[in-house]
């Protein structure tokens, strides 16, 4: 994906992060955290192939959904956090879009109907956990009937039948351990909903935070905005993607052989465009599930007790469930890569998905943080109560970073060439700005020539109009950075006029330049960091073109502006920043 490209992406969300609600900002916070549990006790699950993971994981966040309703008791809440949670999920190495994420979404959104048809009060909690723990076995059928088709019933049901002939509960009717094991979930819920509750008061007393919690949140900028590297998106692959999952589908379901045919050219395409896709095909247990389903189907299709041992149909059926699983799971994760698209984000943005978009990406940055400080799987499997008490106090210190966040000011970004005029540019527009009566602090860097190459640069402050010299190939002493040794009372100069007390009162601030070294960490970038979430001001960074995507991405810039010199000119950019 081009520079150019990426860049229009990023433009075209200016000013919406500044108008993000309240309750999606809090969606933000508790979809970052609930994710985190998702996540880190997921995998956990799923590495040791846990038995009930599931209902474990729907119970830690049934108890989630409540502590969070209890301290921040807004409608839309709860379905908002599961929508940002389940998109969250799908980086889990566990996660597979018809699995989890639609698990989640569904407790979410039976949760937030129960609260409000009974209020968020014990009784409404309760009855909520009880649907939103139910809602895992409904969720798994579906599940099992959008993988394998309609073919799963009949084997489920005759091996159910030969079970209960085996244990002597010949009348017990499937209908009946449906109405046990429905029951079974709904006390699971009660027990979870209470818990949450218990969380929630205890949180919501003054004096009873955790001491054990993290109180320094970081901000990761290389979040959901980030485009996946080497990956080329298509809206025409979407659309396919979608029209060969359906026709496929159709064709395994009136012929196995010319289904396995359509499916096997249709998932090398997938394997061979995106190597995402390959990675559920790896899976040893996946596999050992089609090996186990196919000898279920073959043995139980017809009934275990018609005689025929292995069923030629029911191998047919085993073959064409698998084949199923196999399409929907590849054909799924193809078209999850392409939800990525940024022209796909674009359309979201504009119509009317702006929110949710970017309370996810503010939920992705701070991921890496969360999951880092989070408790371990063991703890939270032996104590979640502690555990998640422990999560809700980080939930204020994120709502507050957050709030930062989408206060940042905002930065227009001079590119050019390498020597290309960035810095005449800027100077000339830095002379606009102060003569419309604009306070402009900061400071430009122009360079000196020999013998056609740059021989040194000093540092000029703006406000003051006064230079010193800021390194040169000539410098005897001095950090070296490639030719040039750096004056270290240049530098000095640069850190004093990019401290806050120099930025304070200022409407714009610029800084020349922000470069490899900054990329690094190192240069300005320090200064940067610190200034980062101030709103006093606009920031006007020189960038060359070849640096412009990395330096969005290392301070995730949301709100941007970006001024390319040789196609527009100082007066009009002048004109347009004269509105800030």
């Known amino acids: 994906m081009g520079n150019a490209f990426f860049l229009k992406e990023i433009s075209s969300i200016i000013d919406k992060m500044k108008k993000l609600s ?262 040893p247990f996946f596999w050992f599930q089609v090996i186990v389903l196919t000898f279920l189907a073959t043995l139980f299709y017809n009934g275990f007790n018609k005689g025929d041992v292995f069923n030629h149909e029911g191998l047919i059926a085993g073959v064409q469930m698998n084949v199923r699983a196999v399409l929907i799971l590849v054909g799924f994760s193809s078209v999850s890569i392409e939800m990525r698209n940024p022209l796909i984000k674009n359309l979201l943005m504009k119509r009317g998905f702006s929110q949710l978009y970017l309370s996810l990406g503010l939920a992705f940055s701070v991921l890496p943080w969360v999951i880092k400080n989070a408790p371990k799987p063991l703890s939270i499997i032996k104590s979640p109560t502690k555990s998640i008490s422990g999560i809700l106090d980080s939930a204020d210190l994120l709502l507050e970073l957050f709030k930062k966040i989408i206060s940042k000011p905002k930065v227009v970004i001079i590119t050019g060439e390498k020597q290309g005029g960035k810095t005449t540019f800027a100077s000339k527009l830095t002379t606009i700005l102060k003569a419309n009566g604009k306070l402009v602090g900061g400071f430009l860097a122009p360079g000196e020539f020999e013998n056609n190459r740059r021989s040194s640069f000093s540092i000029f402050d703006i406000e003051s109009e006064k230079s010193k010299p800021l390194c040169s190939i000539h410098f005897d002493s001095g950090e070296k950075i490639g030719p040039f040794r750096f004056n270290s009372d240049g530098q000095n100069v640069g850190y004093s006029l990019l401290s806050s007390n120099k930025t304070a009162d200022k409407d714009f601030v610029v800084v020349d330049e922000v470069g490899p070294l900054e990329m690094k960490g190192e240069g300005w970038a320090s200064s940067i960091d610190q200034l980062i979430l101030d709103s006093g001001f606009v920031f006007i960074w020189i960038v060359r073109k070849s640096l412009v995507e990395g330096v969005i991405k290392k301070w995730n810039i949301i709100d941007l502006e970006l001024v390319d010199i040789e196609v527009q000119n100082e007066e009009e950019v002048g004109r347009a920043l004269l509105k800030y």
């Open 22 to 283: 309240d309750v999606w900002l809090k969606a933000s916070v508790v979809g970052s955290l609930w994710a985190t549990f998702e996540i880190v006790v997921g995998s956990f699950f799923h590495n040791l192939r846990f038995p009930m993971a599931g209902t474990i994981l729907a119970m830690i966040s049934v108890i989630v959904m409540v502590a969070f309703h209890r301290h921040w008791k807004q409608k839309g809440l709860l379905w908002r956090a599961g929508l940002i949670c389940a998109l969250m999920k799908s980086i889990s190495p566990s996660a597979i879009l018809l699995g989890p994420m639609t698990g989640i979404m569904a407790e979410a959104l039976l949760m937030e109907f129960f609260v409000r048809l009974f209020g968020a009060n014990i009784t409404g909690y309760m009855i909520a956990g009880s649907f939103a723990l139910m809602s895992t076995i409904a969720h798994k059928i579906v599940n099992l009937l959008m993988i394998y088709g309609f073919d799963i019933v009949t084997v489920l049901v005759n091996l159910y039948k030969y079970a209960t002939d085996q244990i002597g509960f010949t009348n017990l009717k499937p209908e009946y351990a449906l109405w046990i094991l429905f029951s079974f979930y709904a006390v699971l819920g009660i027990v979870a909903s209470i818990i949450g509750f218990l969380v929630g008061e205890k949180k919501s007393k003054p004096g009873t935070e955790n001491p054990d919690v993290i109180k320094t949140p970081e901000y990761n900028s290389d979040s959901f905005f980030h485009l996946e590297a080497n990956q080329n998106y298509s809206v025409k692959l979407l659309f396919f993607h979608v029209f060969a999952i359906i026709v496929c589908l159709l064709i395994v379901s009136y012929s196995y052989v010319y289904g396995l045919v359509s499916i096997f050219f249709y998932v090398l395409f997938t394997v061979f465009h995106y190597r995402q896709s390959l990675k559920h095909l790896k899976r």
